[in-house]
């Protein structure tokens, strides 16, 4: 078994040049996963220059490491946006969700995309009475908003349930496959892609911005934060809007595709899917929560194998973990930054839904900076009205990660690390320690350049990773994943 996304098996490609020279375009574009890529994508026959850098190699972010489902059928998300916006923004949702599919669709068809996009039925569903009645609260809100939804008390495999949903008009899709078509498309129309190019701050000027890799800058009269985790190079209020949930995922042959995916409401996620290629695929998410409660992997990864191999398949070929940004009233963040500011835009927040959402923003963004109408905009705008007496979520989301960083503080070695991990404080300063098998210490500080969270060892990757916004260091310091866009610092020893 391998500790790695389904989604990255047998994908080569060769980097595209880094950024070598200072530069000057009209959009930069920062981050190549679904949503940078789709808005590249969407700006290609504009007449302006447009660049788009990622710190890594386009698709390889979160994007390859979803499940790829082309749904709309989100678990309870009409419930919670309904109730905090009302019904019409909650349809709106639900078109807007519905473009996006089409708008992929349509993509696939024109250029002859191979990702192995698959038309089939999307079920939400229970196997607890004492959520059936949030299902019946969905059933109602899709019958009004579209007319259009079965319901069931089973799903199409023998796995607990009470009460579904069942819609037909859905799909799924391998992520990286079509990022990776998108790219090509992108590089062959005139956009500039630069991989391995991480921007590390950014000014703003009268004009625009200058945004500073290493070595480079790129003025750019606009900028669009597709990175994912954007708060690091503009912050405002939006980390404190915001919380990173964590989910497991496992993948493992069976039989037959059975051409359907689900998920669970309430309590905990179950996800299912299908995939295949030469063999066919089951694919599983579980065990989703907010992120500082979810670090213990090896216990994570061991629960998700039994769960698996119990229900759905003996023979697990891959397994990996995922972060997403939720926020408080369940619609993304997709828009102007500031109300004041028409050079600075963000898609992220997709709550789980990104495949949608990150398609979605790359045709509002592209609108956008164009100056055209989008009939979206207002609803996803990142300045939008919150009704903060129903969003008491955004209380919730601050003591949580608030909380996290607290017991990050006070925590210092977990229950769950071996022998040869610990975390001693010296004056003051926490330091953590791995040795490896040949006895040799790699010793780093122990606090993230990022919001100064302190990391917890990951045990099956040996990473140190942070419980707060989700970055990740090697066992010698090295930063391999944001927000954090530094190392930590290396010691000798702690004496
Ligand atoms: C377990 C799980 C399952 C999911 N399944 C689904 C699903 O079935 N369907 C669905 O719709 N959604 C799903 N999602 C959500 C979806 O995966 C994400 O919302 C989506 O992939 C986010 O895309 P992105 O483009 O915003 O981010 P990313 O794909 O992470 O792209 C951001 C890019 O920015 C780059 N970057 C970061 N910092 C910098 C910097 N400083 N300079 C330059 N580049 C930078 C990164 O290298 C990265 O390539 C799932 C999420 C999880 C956690």
């Known amino acids: ?259 359907f995916n689900a998920i669970s409401c309430k309590d905990s996620t179950h996800s299912i899917r299908y995939y295949s290629d030469n063999r066919d695929y089951i694919i599983y998410a579980g065990l989703s929560k907010s992120l500082g409660n979810n670090m213990d992997n090896e216990k994570n990864f061991k629960d998700l194998t039994w769960h698996v191999e119990s229900n759905l398949t003996k023979d697990i070929k891959y397994e990996w973990f995922n972060y997403d940004i939720m926020t408080p009233d369940g619609l993304p963040i997709i828009g102007y930054y500031e109300d004041d500011n028409k050079n600075l835009l963000i898609g992220t927040g997709y709550n789980t839904w990104g495949m949608t959402n990150g398609t979605l923003a790359g045709r509002i963004l592209s609108d956008l900076v164009q100056d055209k109408e989008n009939k979206y905009a207002n609803i996803f705008s990142p300045t939008r009205k919150l ?23 006070l925590k210092t070695n977990y229950s769950f690390y071996p022998d040869n991990v610990k975390v001693v404080t010296k004056d003051g300063v926490k330091y953590g320690i791995y040795t490896d098998e040949n006895n040799k210490e790699h010793i780093v500080y122990n606090l993230c350049p990022h919001m100064k969270c302190n990391l917890v060892f990951n045990t099956v990757d040996k990473t140190w990773d942070c419980p707060c916004h989700g970055s990740r260091f090697d066992i010698d310091g090295k930063v391999i994943k944001g927000p954090s866009i530094y190392n930590i610092s290396v010691k000798s020893n702690v004496n």
């Open 387 to 409: 009704n903060i007496g129903k969003a008491l979520n955004i209380v919730n989301f601050n003591l949580k990660t608030g909380t996290t960083y607290m017991l990050s503080k």
């Open 1 to 259: 078994m391998i500790y790695n996304s389904l989604w990255l098996k047998g994908i080569k490609v060769k980097p595209l040049e880094s950024l070598n020279k200072d530069i000057n375009t009209d959009v930069l574009i920062i981050g190549g996963g679904i949503t940078g890529i789709s808005t590249a994508f969407y700006l290609r026959k504009s007449k302006l220059d447009v660049t788009l850098v990622d710190s890594n190699l386009i698709g390889h972010g979160v994007t390859s490491k979803t499940t790829g489902k082309l749904t709309y059928l989100q678990e309870l998300l009409y419930n919670k946006i309904e109730s905090i916006h009302g019904f019409g923004i909650a349809k709106k949702y639900l078109e807007s969700q519905k473009y996006a599919i089409d708008l992929v669709k349509s993509n696939i068809l024109n250029y002859n995309i191979k990702c192995n996009f698959e038309s089939n039925s999307s079920y939400v569903f229970t196997h607890q009475d004492k959520n059936i009645h949030h299902l019946k609260k969905l059933r109602s809100f899709l019958t009004d908003a579209y007319n259009n939804c079965k319901t069931t008390t089973n799903l199409p495999i023998k796995y607990p349930c009470k009460y579904a949903i069942k819609v037909d008009d859905t799909a799924v899709f391998h992520p990286v496959k079509y990022v990776l078509e998108l790219k090509d498309i992108c590089k062959k129309e005139g956009i500039h892609l630069y991989e391995k190019t991480k921007i590390i701050s950014m000014d703003k000027i009268s004009d625009g911005y200058i945004a500073k890799t290493k070595n480079h800058t790129i003025a750019a009269k606009k900028v669009i934060l597709a990175c994912h985790y954007p708060f690091f190079l503009n912050p405002g209020l939006f980390p404190f809007k915001t919380y990173l949930e964590k989910s497991y995922v496992a993948s493992g042959i069976v039989p037959k595709n059975k051409m």
